[in-house]
């Protein structure tokens, strides 16, 4: 084209899932019956109060003007009331917390708020895709740490103190951790808050998925002292079955908050109202709806297990969040041809790990957000592959 792209966007390429998505979209309009397990969209509903609360706050006809730029107080007051009573962290309803339409875009606004182009930022390997691109469209430096299954997909602190940290201004962290489904602990917490403070890195947890098949909450934010140094991201799109909505939060010391909202700000003009009183809702929803919804994905579970079991991966059973993770058998040589391999023949599409880094090059994961049907569909579709 006559107009080029900026130097920035040559960095970094178009989502993995943007891609895998269209070419899926492709193969049904050509008439396959496609069985995506790969992306991990919830596909049971927010509660009914959340949806008949947005229903009746749009009929209104002054629900629909800009909205505050930090989010409605009654919906920051929730967020905290919800850390309160499931984290145990107390936050400031008034600038402990600031609203994100989903953590997505929380990532990009830390990076752009705290990353100088130079800065270099700690990336768990296997981690989410996004905080690598995000660092590279600010200008910071990609520094992977790696994460192993025999360390429990922890970090390993020691070899990082060996490393010149100097110049690491930011770490990802993202606990629950997808892909592996490994949880963290306070002891980890601390030693990982420890080491923020020690080296001056903002010390970010990416925390949506704790409230799937997960009986044990515990936030960043809780160890002594964490505000110094410490962010957390949080959001509905797991946790209440509203990934479409574009909801959640950060929350921290208020002068990290206010650095964030310095960026935002100039970015968009709040949210819909109608939808932040609705997330009022759901942040209230009994801790019944919570067993309810969770006891389908461990009905779920079972079958992806099964799956697992018979394509010959091993994986840990006690992995929390909305995926099982497994190792491929040392039989096969190529993890990439081998999930092609897949989706051509059976028309299931599960992701490879190579996308979460060179960590996860052994690895698939399955997603638990298609139904016991299909789920069961996809398992007899791979029992004739295998045949
Ligand atoms: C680790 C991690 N962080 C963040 C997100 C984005 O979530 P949200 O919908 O809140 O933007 C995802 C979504 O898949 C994720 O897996």
Not at 42 to 61: G, I, M
Not at 165 to 176: A, G
Not at 231 to 257: F, Q
Request: hydrophobic share 35%; proline share 5%; with cysteine.
């Amino acid at each position: 084209m006559i107009v080029k792209p900026a130097d920035r966007t040559g960095n970094v390429q178009e989502y993995y899932f943007s891609q895998k998505l269209a070419q899926i979209d492709r193969m049904r309009a050509e008439g396959s019956d496609v069985i995506n397990l790969g992306i991990g969209s919830p596909d049971q509903p927010p509660s009914e109060n959340t949806v008949s609360t947005l229903a009746a706050e749009a009929r209104k006809p002054t629900s629909h003007g800009y909205q505050s730029y930090t989010g409605i107080p009654a919906l920051r007051k929730a967020f905290s009331e919800w850390y309160k009573k499931y984290f145990r962290v107390d936050l400031n309803p008034d600038d402990e917390i600031l609203l994100l339409m989903g953590s997505k875009e929380g990532i990009m606004h830390i990076s752009m708020a705290y990353v100088n182009p130079g800065d270099e930022v700690l990336i768990p390997d296997p981690g989410y895709p996004t905080y690598s691109s995000v660092t590279t469209l600010v200008g910071g430096i990609v520094r992977k740490y790696d994460l192993r299954e025999e360390n429990g997909w922890l970090p390993d602190l020691d070899s990082l103190e060996k490393s010149d940290l100097s110049k690491v201004k930011l770490m990802w962290i993202n606990y629950p951790h997808m892909p592996t489904g490994a949880k963290a602990s306070m002891d980890i917490f601390r030693k990982l808050i420890a080491f923020s403070q020690k080296h001056r890195i903002l010390l970010c947890n990416d925390n949506p998925y704790s409230f799937i098949l997960n009986n044990e909450y515990i936030s960043l934010l809780s160890v002594d002292g964490a505000k110094e140094t410490a962010l957390e991201l949080n959001s509905l799109s797991k946790s209440h079955n509203m990934a479409g909505w574009r909801i959640g939060m950060v929350a921290g010391h208020c002068d990290y908050i206010k650095t964030i909202l310095r960026v935002k700000s100039n970015m968009d003009s709040g949210m819909f109202l109608g939808m932040q009183m609705a997330a009022v809702e759901a942040l209230n929803n009994p801790e019944s709806w919570y067993i309810t919804v969770n006891s389908v994905y461990a009905r779920r579970r079972k079958i992806v297990e099964e799956i697992m079991d018979l394509l010959h991966c091993s994986y840990d059973k006690s992995q929390i969040g909305l995926f099982v993770w497994g190792r491929i058998p040392e039989s096969i040589p190529d993890c990439e041809s081998y999930i092609e391999d897949i989706l051509e023949k059976s028309k299931v599409f599960i992701t490879p790990g190579f996308i979460f880094g060179d960590n996860g090059k052994r690895y698939i994961r399955i997603s638990l957000c298609a139904n016991e049907k299909r789920l069961t569909e996809a398992k007899g579709r791979l029992v004739k592959l295998k045949g």
